[in-house]
């Protein structure tokens, strides 16, 4: 069983956005490039898979006492899962990758160095970026933002950099950086409490909620600039949800706006890549099992 829980532990749902935005920037640059899915592309998206479950396992570690204020299901907490096995595990997750990317090219590797060191940096002392509003956002907004979004081509010289749509690492970088910024309202008070500061906790709830849609507002800017229609409305919608929570003091909006336009950006991905769809529909019915058996909660959610 630790195995199934290591798998879980991982926050698989939390990766959805990962890979949705490295397939979608995929489709982008095959546009461009004529290319298609292959097993380079497979194995860049399972490696960055493993960098964030690294990222994972180590911040369940430190982030023990403000995810039981959170009241969010902890596998340390109900003794499911011990600390070093998920410090064991983070090493052993985040150094294959590094492992395999010279295979691939050396971007490859810098850009899974890159993700290694913000993995580390984010969660673990002193630094721990998620305990600061701008190292929180910072990391959030870069890693799985720019940094994914850059390694949908693991070539790139001069002859070359149009294809990868230089537009696409900017818009994601933005639009991750204002949901971010939206999911730190919820844990405000668990956050407040251990001394985290984020963006939710040194703005308040008035404060985030009107630096999330300014962030997706910028989105939408180079969304419409680079003439990507269908990622123009993603981020208006996002930014419509953000305004209005701002008008209607509603946890359930405010989770709304986090989490619809990730959820219609992975339908788009799954359009794109039918059998992205159909695992993601699998993976959530899996979470639905395996949560009610474990947790006794019904996850994941909508609102």
Partial sequence: MIIV????AARPMLQVP????????????HRLSGQSFDGVDLLIM???SLLFTGAAYLNQVYDKESDRLNRKPGFLERGLLRPDSLLN????VLLLPLAVAPLISLTTFLIFAQLVLLAYVYSVPPLRLKDRPLGGLFGNAY????????AVMPEITVDNAGLLGWDNPFYFTLAVGGTYVLTTIPDRAGDAATGKRTPAV?????GALAVA???MLGAAWIALRSGHDILLYLALVGTLLALLALV???GRVVLLAAKLPVLLLTLLAGYYYPIYLAFIVALIIGCRIYYRRRFDVVYPVLT
């Fill in 5 to 8: 829980d290591l798998f879980f």
């Fill in 143 to 150: 890693a799985p933002g720019f940094l994914v979004s850059m």
């Fill in 18 to 29: 990962i890979w949705t935005v490295y397939l979608v920037c995929l489709h982008y640059h």
């Fill in 89 to 92: 595990g983070a090493v052993a």
């Fill in 213 to 215: 849609p300014l962030l």
């Fill in 46 to 48: 399972a490696s960055l």
């Fill in 202 to 206: 040194v703005l308040g709830r008035s």
């Fill in 248 to 250: 209607v003091r509603s």
